[in-house]
């Protein structure tokens, strides 16, 4: 850096705050005209820092620029306006910190990490900006039925005598269907590992900052899809084959005999299947 800006160019400015309106230039007769100068100006826009007038800050720090372009000040206004809530025009200065030729690498590198946590902000607000409102579902409407009218019981209301038990039924095509989704799944799962294996060899090859900030980023987005592919890939298969191994005409077992079936175990790093006993 080839000059610091007094008082502004602190760690007091790394804090965050509430957002406030866009700039607007101040009043002339707020500074004499023989007194404004650079060192002056950029005073006095510390002073308005301090009172969290944010836009009066803003606007003395550009008439100063426009006095002397010092990069700092650049910087400086891309933080006042991150503390104001105002992402995208802080996004901008810090932009135009970075490609200041008389800004050195580390100096630019605080500001590439501040440009990506903005950058990241306004995505999430508007992904959260373009979810759909939720539905209101109305609660069904219970109806009498008229006089001299009854309602028939619920599982059949038949001849007496009649079995009105549910009878079982074939879950072979859905044991078929379990496994073939899961089997999906998991080659998906591989699919989109390799994916962000190759932004990794990208990342690390990478020319320039923006390519491996891509890279990165994508790389960052395709490595949860691959778990999530192969932890659901895995429950599903595991659903299916315990569906294809259960017998389809199960008898009524006596009371008192020992009985054992298999059932799908899961947690957070392992799918299998297991055996549950009674007795």
Known sequence: MQRLIPTIVTASLLATGPGIAHASPLPLA??????ETFDTLTEMAAEKYAEKDYAGAIALFERAY?????????FNIGRI??????????????????????????????ALRRRDIAREVVAIRKKDEEKPPPVETTPPVE????PGETTPPEGGGG?????????????????YA???????????GAVVGGMAKRQESIFAAAQSREDADAAKAKGMRLAPAADGLFIAGGILAAAGI?????????KKAD????????????????????????F
């Open 159 to 175: 001849e007496p005598g009649v079995d009105d038990r549910p009878k079982p039924r074939n879950v072979r095509p859905i044991g």
């Open 143 to 146: 109806t009498t039925p008229p």
């Open 255 to 278: 009371a008192k005999s020992p009985t054992a079936r298999i059932v799908p175990q899961t947690s957070p790093t392992q799918v299998g299947l297991g055996v549950v006993g009674r």
């Open 81 to 110: 306006h991150e503390e104001a809530g105002q992402l995208e025009d802080a996004i901008t200065y810090y932009e135009r910190f970075i490609s200041d030729p008389q800004v050195d690498i580390e100096d630019k590198q605080v």
């Open 242 to 250: 315990v569906m294809l191994l259960v017998p389809q005409n199960r």
């Open 66 to 74: 426009a006095l002397e372009p010092e990069p700092n000040i650049l």
């Open 178 to 188: 379990l496994v073939g989704t899961g089997a999906a799944a998991l080659i998906g």
């Open 30 to 35: 707020l500074v004499a005209p023989a007194e």
